[in-house]
């Protein structure tokens, strides 16, 4: 397979308008130069050319003939095709489901606990492989996938591996049942990892599944439905049925699913919400969001702009939590940006296999259009944008880092998700207009507090709307730790024993 960064062309000609110089050089400083350190594609073992769904523990072809492909993002490479799932496909995988959630339900949780422990087990042994299968279908970088995604999907494995013999010391009575069969739509940011949200935590509860992924990275779900039989699960157990959002409405539709978790955009969830009202199919959402970071005039400077950078331009943006708002105090605003942009022209963009890189492909054509539509209008209402010089590879999706400053709140790249490497910067002054500008949102799943003040943080957290409050720091993930959203952003947890409740008949 070629090599996707063999020639690479400036920023603007594929993304931006002609980047502004990057600040200069602190002097008698040389920056680094890095040679190339590909991890071996080779890693991701044989890609199937055309899929088929998992049915019954069982590789099976579609009823339907409409077939998808999947890309590389940052070659536009066609990797596999994939069967686009119909309405007959979903039936036969709900009632895998439904056949195979008597057995599985009636095991002694120490028992299904085994089978996720050895879920865990087998993700930790071929997470190079998951990892490098992830980042080519996906775009973000090997580093992400290697070091964040694949950690954090086997310790999710363990973590409820290990609730799933103690239900009943979860504070939901003394032996709470499982819901039945659920459905579980999923997005495109971090494949495995929504996966590994979704399906530990249902199966150690005794549910049965049926997982649709996104339609941009269905790989390594089907690879994960490869390790379900490598670990012995019950046929039935897992279901994996793949195609575009026609499939997942079908899913979450269909009248066979007790409950239904998805995770996606706010405009999708509020259909599916839609379609169940009245039924008596539970329903959880996480959604999208605008979270605030939120910097004061105390903070250690270079510890916030590595935060801020991490906030925004991990996974490209591409994070339902992403720091996609800075609040930064008025006083400290000049400093802080300067000492931003200085690290961002350090942010090396390309090649998601190389080792070196920070900031991977945009995950699709389409998403890169909704980033450079939202950055236009950013510039068209009179913010002033700014990216580092970036070379960026000549095929392939790419957009560099970006920030705009001088943002109102009304400018539309200050309210809505832009899902991409884009960053809006306000000012406050006092630590209640900083609360009102976070609170000024329809969504509320994060924010992010970097202060000295431990008294300032417990009273900041305690105003924000928002599920999640990390103070001096941000986009830190753990499986003991509850996640989820207030107003757009959707209800329900998932994650630590509040992830339990969703697949409980509590
Ligand atoms: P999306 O809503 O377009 O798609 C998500 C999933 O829903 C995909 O699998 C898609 O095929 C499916 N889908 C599309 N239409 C559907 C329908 N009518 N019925 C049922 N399923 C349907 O979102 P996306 O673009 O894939 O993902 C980006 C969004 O996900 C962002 O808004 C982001 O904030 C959000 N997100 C939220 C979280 C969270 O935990 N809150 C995590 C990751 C992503």
């Known amino acids: 397979m070629a090599s996707p960064q063999k020639t690479k062309k400036k920023t603007g000609a594929v993304a931006a308008p002609a980047p502004a110089p990057a600040p200069a050089p602190v002097p008698g400083r040389k920056l680094f130069e890095y040679a190339p350190a590909p991890e071996s594609r080779a890693a991701a073992g044989e890609i199937a050319s055309s899929n088929g769904h998992f049915i019954g523990g069982e590789f099976v072809g579609s009823s339907g003939k409409e077939a998808l492909k999947t890309v590389d993002p940052s070659t536009e490479e066609v990797l596999a095709e994939f069967a686009q799932g119909t309405e007959e496909d979903v039936e036969r995988a709900v009632k895998a489901a439904r056949d195979a959630f008597g057995p599985w339900s009636a095991l002694p949780g120490a028992e299904r606990g085994k089978y996720l422990f050895r879920i865990a087990r087998i993700i930790q042994e071929r997470s190079r492989e998951l990892a490098v299968l ?76 049926v997982l649709k992924p996104a339609e941009t990275t269905p790989l390594t779900a089907l690879r994960f439905a490869e390790i379900c039989r490598q670990a012995g699960l019950p046929k039935g157990v897992v ?74 331009f991990f996974n490209q943006g591409h994070v339902c939590c992403a720091g996609s708002r800075l609040l930064v105090q008025e006083s400290v605003h000049d400093e802080v940006m300067e000492s931003l942009k200085r690290r961002m022209a350090t ?26 539509e939202l950055a236009d209008a950013g510039e068209a209402e009179g913010a002033e944008r700014w990216s580092p010089a970036c070379e960026l590879p000549s095929s392939g999706y790419w957009f560099a880092p ?3 400053t001088n943002v109102s709140a009304t400018h539309r790249v200050a309210r809505e998700e832009i899902f991409g490497p884009v960053l809006s910067v306000l000012t406050f002054r006092t630590p209640e207009e900083a609360v009102a500008k976070a609170n000024n949102t329809p969504y509320g799943l994060s924010a992010g507090i970097w202060t000295e003040k431990g008294s300032r943080i417990l009273w900041m957290a305690s105003k924000l709307r928002a599920g999640v409050v990390w103070s001096n720091t941000f986009n830190k993930f753990d499986p003991t730790s509850p996640f989820g959203g207030y107003k757009e952003s959707g209800y329900g947890r998932e994650g630590g024993r509040h992830g339990l409740e969703a697949y409980l008949d509590v």
């Not at 997005?187 to 530990?200: D, E, R, S, V, Y």
């Not at 996606?264 to 979270?291: N, Q």
């Not at 942010?347 to 450079?372: C, E, W």
Request: no cysteine; net charge negative; charged share 20%.
């Open 239 to 312: 279901n994996i049925v793949t195609g575009d959002g026609r499939t997942g409405a079908a899913l979450t539709a269909h009248p066979g699913v007790d409950k239904v978790a998805f995770t996606g955009s706010t405009e999708v969830g509020r259909a599916i919400a839609r379609t169940l009202a009245g039924t008596r199919t539970r329903l959880s959402l996480e959604l999208g969001g605008k979270a605030a970071n939120i910097v004061f005039d105390d903070a250690p400077v270079d510890q916030a702009v590595e935060g801020i950078v991490d906030g925004i």
């Open 347 to 372: 942010l090396r963009v390309g090649d998601p296999l190389d080792k070196n890189t920070d900031v991977g492909a945009i995950n699709s054509a389409a998403q890169l259009a909704r980033i450079r």
């Open 402 to 404: 970006t920030v705009f």
């Open 134 to 209: 992830e980042s080519i279908d996906n775009g973000k970088p090997i580093r992400e996938t290697r070091d964040v995604d694949l950690p954090l999907v086997a310790a999710h494995f363990f973590y409820y591996a290990g609730w799933a013999d103690k239900l009943e010391f979860a504070s939901y009575g003394p032996d709470p049942k499982p819901v039945g069969v659920a459905a579980q739509v999923i997005p495109w940011n971090f494949p495995l990892l929504m996966l590994a949200w979704k399906i530990a935590p249902a199966l150690a509860t005794g549910n049965t599944v």
